[in-house]
């Protein structure tokens, strides 16, 4: 008899969280969705690449989309700009997931040593952590870019270098808390060696946390590489990588205006699917916020 | 303090049910309160006493509220959200369980009385102030001028409590809900704050609601109490006549629970089997797999039955 | 109050220390030193190299070199520019205005608008405004401030020509509505990413907030809604949001930067961008100082103010 009353009085709609959580996930799958393609379309680029991304066409520079055989237009020395992007998809999405893998283990390292062992050797790296955090992570990787010679590795290697900060102090202060729990002091007593604590027990609570800070990571690397490309500083042609692609937009945007649109999308599109997907791991990973 | 059912109630409830999603938290209750009547409401935890006072004050977020709740001519659960704004703190104030978390941290306690006094009554900034001051007074706190300038976290928890209580009767409302007002408090605290509260009712005349599982408080502070289980209402009655005569197998059992000073140091203190827990969801009566009374007929609803003058109760087994 | 104060100064104090001997390691690990643009040029010979490395110190151990450059660093002798041989000082100091203008006008923009947008946000909590303010936000987060700022140049400066596409001022010009057209397109950049940081945090930390015991107090009290959420709400938001401006200011510093370098914004940043150019040492070392300084200080002006804020932090009066 109750349930029929409340059918007829409703005050506050109750579908209001299930909605929200519905939006929130399918925003996520389809930042899975968009990620999935740009990473065929660049793996795949040698195969699926309407053209090569060498070929010079003189006669047709400065193509307009949808120009003949050239969907997305060509560029300055007439090359395709569809099968640039792809190719440059290659590149920048390397650098943002080889990044990411170093700053987890950089990161991953730092923290863990430092509150497994605690001590100096603890306050040592956490201070080094403070210290990192004080500058402007893009003062410091132009700074370190400019004497190094750019290649993909050293890229990647100097973006994860300069944003490792974050996941050390997550790992340190859950690994700090783990410490006094329970089943850590019950490793230790039945004589676990600590190597064998830190992988066994440790690294599997701590991966939530890591991974969404990984994927945000990951947003942030591709966004800086292509920073640095753009500046010249990063890639350098005629490898292109999507940041590359728009050093000359400035000058080329009186006669073709949409080479400085295509790559910047991608940069956008990419970033926005890691971003939206590190958002939606931590909602589904974080029993906190799940109602929200 | 025997009364009888009030003829002309001042609070008049009818049928509440509140539900969070698919969960039925209250189910179908319905009571009175007159002019300068304490109603206690009692019972376990999780048993729906707070969700009603809560809903009376339309302060859930989420919950699905259905029934009357008709104050002064006027049915609470049917009014918008801006007139019943102006109902709160004016006509129907509440105060809350920890006192310690129920103030603004950042805000000086002068100002949150002021603020409240604000909100309903049409004072100059230094009329209200007096007026802060004065109820300061009266809820027993001593240099209530610099009481008025201090932070939450400067003051003891049953000072807080009473800063709560002066809050909430700012604008003389007719009817406050007390929910566990004095639970989170050290004992001797405790009754200084029942204290204040029953002043406050010989004094202004308003009717309180007393959410309590606390059976001294309910013996010494209600004129009625109604004893609920697992969101509906087993047994109401004058507090006299519950006490004396305990009629719900529920209400015994919570009366048998009370150790008792003349009792033997060794002899354990009774409790009731089993727990609350999934009691929500049986078909008939809600209490039938702890009672030691139950059969057949429990299968079914029992209703609330008027078994002698103003004692009611809802079982299939009680005299 | 004062203890705090020094306490905290002390501590910022220790981390300048470090942060100054990370970055003239950096600088010192660099291939070629910091003089690697000469070491590459084929018309510099080794003579003068040797001669240039004796005139500015470079031949001495590195533990002597960094406390000569610390010292200097600290009394204000930050060096001279190893192009035009200007005191570092003040090329540094001269640019130092216009990134101040560019990042407080920015700051301040993106405060306001942020958390009105968080605390609406929250306020209506799952409603359609809730959702599209959530989208544009990560969105915005996403864009590369550069493109965006390209972007912007080519719509509203050589599109619409509404606007100027860069610097601080025209040639000839210098009122102040020619300054505040060079000031809009600058700031809206840089404020994008910001208000987005901003709206985002001020949602969560309002929901944390409007779930506590105090603000069905206030509900109670039968105060209006927009009460309960200002006066209440939005106060007991101060704190986390006062550490967060603090902790926001490397995004802020570096955000200046990228921005600088997209208008031709006579800053610290371009400064930095033509440092590198010509790898002038002695600048890029005075501007990485300069940025982290920001970071500390703003980090220290944030402790600061949260425990002028909230009563329940204790000071000793000392």
Request: glycine share 10%; proline share 6%; hydrophobic share 50%.
């Amino acid at each position: 008899m109750a349930d029929a009353t409340l059918m007829a009085v409703t005050i506050a709609p109750p579908r209001a969280g299930l909605l929200k959580r519905l939006v929130r996930h399918r925003l996520s799958i389809l930042a899975l969705v968009v990620l999935a393609v740009l990473v065929v379309g660049s793996a795949g680029a040698p195969w699926l690449a309407p053209h090569d991304p060498e070929e010079l066409d003189l006669a047709s520079r400065y193509a307009p989309p949808f120009a003949a055989g050239h969907i997305l237009g060509t560029d300055d020395l007439g090359r395709d700009v569809l099968t640039r992007l792809m190719f440059a998809g290659q590149i920048s999405l390397a650098v943002g997931i080889a990044a990411m893998l170093v700053t987890v283990v950089v990161g991953f390292s730092v923290g863990a040593f430092a509150a497994y062992y605690g001590r100096w050797v603890g306050t040592v790296l956490m201070r080094l952590t403070d210290i990192m955090l004080c500058f402007p992570s893009v003062f410091l990787l132009l700074f370190v870019a400019a004497f190094v010679t750019p290649s993909l590795a050293s890229m990647a290697l100097m973006i994860g270098l300069t944003c490792w900060m974050e996941i050390a102090r997550i790992v340190y202060s859950q690994i700090l808390v783990l410490k006094s729990a329970d089943f850590i002091a019950a490793a230790q007593m039945v004589g676990a060696p600590s190597w064998r604590i830190i992988l066994r027990q440790i690294l599997p609570n701590t991966m939530a946390p890591v991974l969404v800070a990984a994927t945000l990571n990951t947003a942030n690397a591709i966004l800086l590489e292509s920073y640095l490309s753009f500046l010249g500083y990063g890639i350098q042609p005629p490898e292109a990588s999507w940041g590359n692609m728009l050093t000359n937009a400035q000058s080329d945007f009186q006669v073709d205006p949409w080479l400085a649109v295509f790559p910047g999308i991608a940069i956008t599109l990419a970033v926005t699917s890691f971003n939206f997907l590190g958002d939606g791991l931590r909602d589904a990973l974080d029993p906190r916020t799940a109602g929200r | 303090m025997n009364a009888p059912a009030p003829a002309l109630p001042l609070l008049e409830v009818e049928g509440l049910s509140v539900a969070f999603g698919r969960a039925l938290a209250v189910d179908g209750i319905s009571f009175a309160v007159a002019r300068g009547e304490t109603l206690g409401l009692v019972g376990e935890s999780g048993c729906g006493k707070s969700t009603t006072a809560l809903a009376l004050m339309r302060l859930l977020a989420g919950a699905r509220i259905a029934g009357a709740a008709r104050l002064g001519g006027d049915d609470l659960l049917a009014l918008d959200e801006g007139a019943m704004r102006e109902r709160r703190g004016a006509d129907i104030a509440m105060i809350f369980q920890d006192p310690g978390t129920a103030l603004h941290p950042m805000i000086r306690v002068g100002d949150q009385i002021v603020e409240a006094l604000h909100a309903h009554l049409p004072l100059s900034e230094r009329e209200a102030r007096e007026r802060a001051r004065a109820l300061l007074g009266k809820v027993g706190i001593a240099a209530p001028e610099e009481r008025l300038a201090a932070y939450p976290h400067e003051m003891s928890g049953g000072m807080c409590q009473r800063v709560m209580i002066a809050m909430a009767i700012a604008c003389s409302p007719r009817l406050l809900l007390a929910d566990e007002p004095t639970t989170a408090l050290d004992v001797t605290v405790q009754a200084q704050i029942l204290d204040v509260l029953r002043d406050l009712v010989t004094e202004t005349g308003m009717g309180v609601i007393l959410i309590t599982h606390d059976l001294g408080v309910v013996a010494g502070m209600t004129d009625r109490v109604a004893v609920m289980y697992a969101g509906r209402i087993v047994e109401l009655a004058p507090t006299v006549t519950l006490f004396a005569r305990p009629v719900h197998p529920y209400t015994s059992g919570l009366l048998d629970c009370i150790p008792r000073l003349d009792s033997g140091w060794d002899e354990p203190v009774p409790a009731i089997p089993g727990s609350v827990q999934g009691a929500m969801d049986l078909p008939g009566c809600r209490f039938a797999p702890r009672c030691p009374r139950a059969s057949a007929a429990c299968a079914e609803v029992p209703r609330l039955r008027e078994i002698e003058p103003g004692h009611l109760v809802a079982c299939w087994n009680a005299p | 109050m004062a203890r705090f104060l020094g306490y905290r100064l002390i501590q910022s104090a220790f981390l300048l220390l470090g942060v100054s001997i990370v970055s003239f390691g950096l600088m010192h690990l660099a291939p070629g030193g910091p003089l690697s643009l000469y070491t590459l040029n084929p018309t510099v010979t080794a003579q003068d190299i040797e001669r240039v490395k004796a005139l500015f110190g470079l031949d001495r151990p590195v533990h002597v070199q960094y406390l000569k450059w610390a010292a200097g660093m600290a009394t204000g002798n930050w060096g001279y520019s190893f192009f035009g041989g200007r005191p570092v000082v003040d090329i540094v100091l001269d640019r130092l205005p216009a990134t101040l203008l560019l990042m407080g006008t920015a700051l301040a923009l993106a405060l306001v608008i942020g958390v009105a947008v968080g605390i609406l946000s929250a306020g209506r909590r799952n409603s359609v405004f809730d959702y599209a303010s959530a989208v544009a936000a990560m969105v915005a987060l996403s864009l590369p401030t550069f493109w965006f700022g390209l972007l912007s140049i080519f719509t509203f400066a050589q599109t619409l020509r509404w606007l100027p596409a860069g610097g601080m001022v025209s040639t000839g010009g210098g009122g102040f509505v020619d300054r505040l057209e060079h000031l809009i397109l600058p700031v809206v950049v840089l404020a994008l990413v910001l208000v987005a940081q901003w709206s985002r945090y001020t949602r969560s930390t309002m929901l944390e907030i409007l779930d506590q015991d105090f603000i069905r107090t206030a509900r109670a009290k039968g105060i209006r809604r927009s009460r309960v959420l200002l006066n209440h709400g939005l106060r007991a938001a101060l704190v986390p949001l006062v550490t967060l401006a603090g902790l926001q200011v490397p995004l802020l510093v570096g955000g200046a930067l990228v921005t600088e370098t997209v208008f031709g914004w006579p800053g610290m940043g371009m400064l930095f961008l033509s440092a590198l150019n010509t790898r002038d040492h002695p600048v890029l070392m005075a501007i990485l100082m300069v940025g982290a300084v920001m970071v500390v200080l703003g980090n220290l002006l944030a402790d600061v103010l949260v425990a002028l804020i909230d009563p329940r932090v204790k000071l000793g009066h000392g």
